[in-house]
């Protein structure tokens, strides 16, 4: 504060006996007490301050009447005052004041910063990774655009589903997410999901996931597996555990080489109508298991005692497909396919399906809240679910599977030597392939991918008994 | 007064002694009436600074009304049955204030057996003990409800404390504030003033003339941060502004002050650098002589015991 020349200070103090006089009379505690609280008219305002200005004892009957509540009102001018009212020089209570103040302020700003990166990295942990996997999918799309690439609605990430490792392009066919520059959908798909993959959620996917349906050549995928890697250390650097059950998953599920077989079979399927198919599925997922093993030394917790309940040979199998602790429950329940009204839960996520106008929506929350989660070019009539494994189907053999609760789609072309299903398919059953079980009575372990079962419109039943891999029409 | 003018006082009077709750208190209208009427007086008289336009009878009416309706009636009411001396009166009071006066008294004496003793010695006082030709006379008859009860209570308390143990303190022995560890440091001889006494006259009447020129409100605030040390936050509270308001204010007058007392040191003959060096030379043996200045050594009362009558406080006001 600008500070007034010393002689006013003497002035100040030196005009109080000439204008107040010797028998000078103060106002009494009424007239004070009003002027405290506000309460004179302009007139008697101004006389009690023109006294006031003169007289120091008025000055401090007011100073000390006041209530104790308002002098408390700012706690920093408190202070300062009370650092002013030490006899400290100008020049060096200035510096004091400033070195006083602006460090704290500056710790403050500092802490307030970091408190606020932290947060931002707690909430959105997948962030930090999204410039690389833009840049790193990039090259992917080079490859020749497919005859339909079917949309997908950006709303249909829902963010609180997305399995861990599902989310790479993957399980996206080339036809998908390789079909133009353009279809950005596809991508913002991947990379939002992305987002996803290193929050600590339970119901991770396992690793075969990160190998289903990638047309890229299998050095390519190392390099993209290695940069995923890379940036889930960084993740799990600057948020504990924001990378790390991700990282944790991959390298638990690296070494089950057969599950990874089983998912290129998968992409082989859908990418026989694509893209051709080839051995590259086998050593891409050969090639990306060493870039994943290198995020082991950050494990966390979770992924430890999946390791431990591997050791232990405690549900081996629930644990191989899904850490969540409500798989198995929700691995007895039968998934029945169901036209487009009816709504179907899956009691492991209460996540709920609805077709409306065409399009699959998705409800994280029981119904009480709607997304876009898969919009085709041609509408969708039918639907079934069993358990993160979605099948949607629609008019002129529209086809799709998502094997992670509809975060990303593939597309399937049915087909038999020459012919392919083009007719609309109207129901759709999938049935977990367990010998002998019957349709919606699926109990215990369910093992392998499940059998499809697609009706048409024209009276056709096609069937999978392998996940969609291969088809038979009845 | 005629007699409408004095049906409608009497309306008036009626519906205020119904606001106030006097009734409660075994106080009648018309000592009700007498009540205002003495407050009226005090305010209202003739020539006084309170009142705002003493030439207008009829205004003057109506300004009393509203200058009525707009006292504390309720804690008049209980003050003034206080001081008659109605038990109902003084059961409030002590339900609502004996506690109250303890915080107050702690908190301006920030100190436990000060707090006590001013605070008792306050109580006595308004109930009265001390006799004027045999009559007990309490301190409450001096409330005239502009202010809050409680208010007023702090204030007269704030007063005393003035009178009484800001005195004392001074007068505490050397050898109490031995015991107590205090160390007396040695006196510091200060420096003989010695400045260009035609200069410094220069720059006394420059800077009085710049003070002079500054709203009343202004040199409050001037001497209440630079003199009394008061912190933004007291002094916003007092004039009933925001303390950022009164942080540009002080700088605001800062600067201004500066500027003035330079332009009255040039009209004065001064060159710029002579003025501006007179500042500066001043500024520091101002500075070494204002210890001395500002150190209040008063043996007399500053505030009287009782009241001050209100043509007396306006004229103290105005002059």
Request: proline letters at 6%; glycine letters at 6%; charged letters at 20%.
């Amino acid at each position: 504060m600008t500070e007034v020349p010393k002689i006013v200070y003497d002035r100040l103090r030196a005009v109080l006996p000439d204008r107040a006089g010797p028998e000078q009379t103060h106002p009494d505690a009424d007239l004070l007490t009003a002027f405290a609280e506000q309460a004179l008219s302009a007139t008697e305002r101004n006389g009690v301050l023109e006294h006031l200005a003169l007289c120091g004892d008025c000055r401090e009957a007011i100073a000390l009447a006041l209530p104790p509540a308002d002098i408390v009102i700012a706690p920093i001018a408190t202070e300062t005052e009370a650092v002013r009212a030490t006899p400290i020089p100008a020049k060096f209570e200035r510096n004091f004041l400033t070195a006083f103040a602006w460090p704290s302020l500056r710790w403050a700003a500092l802490a307030a910063g970091v408190a606020v990166a932290a947060s931002v990295l707690l909430m959105h942990p997948g962030k930090l990774n999204q410039a690389t996997l833009s840049s790193v999918n990039r090259p992917v799309a080079t490859t020749a655009p497919p005859a339909s690439a079917p949309q997908i609605a950006p709303s249909s990430v829902p963010a609180s589903s997305v399995p861990a490792s599902s989310v790479p392009a993957s399980s996206i066919p080339s036809s998908s997410v390789a079909s133009s520059p353009t279809d950005e959908s596809a991508i913002s798909v991947r990379t939002s999901a992305r987002t996803n993959e290193a929050r600590p959620n339970s119901e991770m996917r396992p690793f075969k996931k990160l190998n289903a349906g990638e047309p890229v050549t299998p050095s390519h995928q190392a390099e993209r597996g290695m940069l995923l890697a890379e940036n889930k250390n960084k993740s799990a650097q600057a948020g504990k555990w924001s990378a790390t059950p991700s990282a944790g998953t991959a390298a638990f599920d690296a070494p089950t080489s057969r599950r990874a077989t089983e998912t290129v079979e998968v992409s082989g399927a859908a990418a026989a109508v694509e893209v051709a198919p080839s051995a590259d599925d086998t050593l891409m997922a050969l090639n990306e298991t060493p870039a994943i093993e290198r995020a082991k030394p950050a494990l966390p917790e979770p992924a430890l005692q999946e390791k431990e309940m591997k050791a232990n040979g405690q549900q081996k199998t629930q644990a191989a497909v899904v850490p969540g602790l409500a798989r198995p429950q929700a691995r007895a329940m039968m998934s029945s396919a169901k036209l487009a009204s009816p709504v179907s839960q899956s009691l492991a996520h209460r996540v709920t399906w609805v077709i409306t106008g065409g399009i699959l929506q998705r409800s994280p929350d029981s119904g009480q809240s709607w997304q876009d989660a898969l919009r085709a070019h041609h509408p969708l009539l039918c639907y079934a679910s069993h358990d993160e494994d979605v099948w949607a189907g629609g008019q002129a053999g529209t086809l799709f599977h998502s094997a992670d609760g509809g975060v990303t789609w593939v597309q399937v072309q049915p087909s038999i030597k020459a012919q392919q299903l083009s007719s609309d398919v109207t129901h759709i059953d999938v049935r977990g392939n367990v010998p002998g079980n019957v349709r919606g009575d699926v109990h215990g372990d369910v093992r392998g991918p499940a059998e499809i079962v697609l009706s048409t419109s024209n009276g056709e039943i096609w069937s999978s008994a392998d996940g969609g891999r291969t088809w038979e029409k009845k | 007064m005629p007699k409408s003018a004095q049906s409608g006082h009497q309306a008036n009077v009626a519906a205020l002694y119904e606001r106030s709750g006097a009734a409660a208190y075994g106080v009648s209208v018309e000592q009700f009436a007498a009540i205002l009427d003495e407050i009226l007086r005090k305010y209202f008289t003739q020539n006084s600074a309170h009142d705002p336009d003493p030439n207008s009878a009829r205004a003057s009416a109506e300004q009393k009304a509203d200058f009525c309706a707009g006292l504390r009636l309720e804690e008049l009411a209980l003050a003034r049955a206080c001081a008659a001396g109605n038990e109902r009166a003084w059961q409030d009071f002590i339900a609502r204030y004996r506690q109250k006066l303890h915080g107050m008294a702690l908190h301006i004496t920030r100190d436990g057996a000060h707090a006590a003793e001013l605070a008792d010695s306050l109580f006595a006082d308004l109930y009265g003990v001390n006799t004027r030709d045999g009559i007990r006379r309490s301190k409450l008859v001096f409330y005239t409800g502009r202010g809050s009860l409680e208010g007023w209570l702090r204030t007269v308390m704030a007063q005393e404390f003035i009178n009484r143990y800001r005195k004392q303190k001074r007068t505490v022995s050397l050898e109490e504030q031995t015991e107590a560890g205090v160390q007396f440091a040695a006196a510091v001889q200060e420096p003989a003033y010695t400045s260009d006494r035609t200069s410094d006259q220069r720059l006394e009447a420059a800077t009085d003339e710049a003070l002079a020129e500054l709203l009343s409100e202004d040199r409050f605030t001037l001497a209440s941060y630079y003199l009394d040390g008061r912190t933004l936050a007291e002094i916003a509270r007092t004039l009933g502004l925001h303390e950022s308001s009164v942080s540009r204010r002080l700088d605001r007058l800062a600067t201004g002050l500066r500027k003035r007392i330079l332009a009255g040191l040039r009209m004065q003959g001064m060159s710029h650098a002579q003025a501006t060096e007179a500042l500066e030379t001043d500024v520091r043996d101002i500075g070494l002589n204002l210890r001395s200045r500002l150190t209040q050594d008063s043996g007399a009362k500053t505030f009287p015991e009782g009241k001050v009558p209100a043509q007396d406080a306006g004229k103290g006001i105005n002059e």
